[in-house]
């Protein structure tokens, strides 16, 4: 990849072109799963997506996710550690960015208080421990009005203990 600071546009174009040939899958390949799942798709459409000549609706990245088998974040941001371009004039760190997207951490000047509100219940366990933020203290910042079901929270942890083990 060049120096050049990519848009998510721009990394979903790349991401699902390279992510359909470490399947290793044509491009017939994956039209062919996109039809499987109730979308009809021809390869000029795919190309044109891959070659960054067509954008694709919030839709298709989820339906293309999919069919690929990978997580949306991962064709949307880079996999490199280059800055990713989210606007104009908003470059971020690709780390920061995933984290973001994620639901950890808000972005460079976010009001934490209006991000952690809107961060579902049952995953804000995680958000705390992957944030760096304690669970006290995001509770404080979305009001202290709702507090989390216990076995929720030790469900979550679990669960997202499993999966660190699972990518070690």
Do not use: C
Not at 132 to 148: H, P, W, Y
């Amino acid at each position: 990849m060049s120096n050049q600071v990519e848009t998510p546009g721009q990394a979903f174009a790349r991401q699902v072109r390279e992510s359909r040939e470490r399947k290793p899958w044509s491009q017939e390949q994956l039209v062919d799963r996109l039809r499987e799942m109730g979308v009809e798709w021809d390869r000029a459409t795919l190309a044109r997506l891959e070659a960054g000549k067509r954008k694709a609706s919030l839709d298709e990245a989820m339906l293309l996710a999919a069919a690929l088998g990978v997580s949306p974040q991962y064709l949307f941001l880079p996999r490199s550690n280059e800055p990713v371009q989210l606007a104009p004039n908003l470059t971020v760190e690709v780390r920061l960015a995933r984290d973001w997207v994620r639901g950890y951490t808000p972005l460079n000047e976010a009001d934490e208080r209006s991000f952690f509100t809107e961060v579902p219940d049952d995953q804000l366990a995680a958000a705390a421990a992957m944030g760096g933020f304690s669970l006290e203290t995001l509770l404080k910042l979305r009001g202290g009005a709702q507090e989390l079901v216990p076995d929720t929270q030790a469900e979550y942890a679990r669960g997202m203990v499993e999966r660190m083990r699972d990518d070690s």
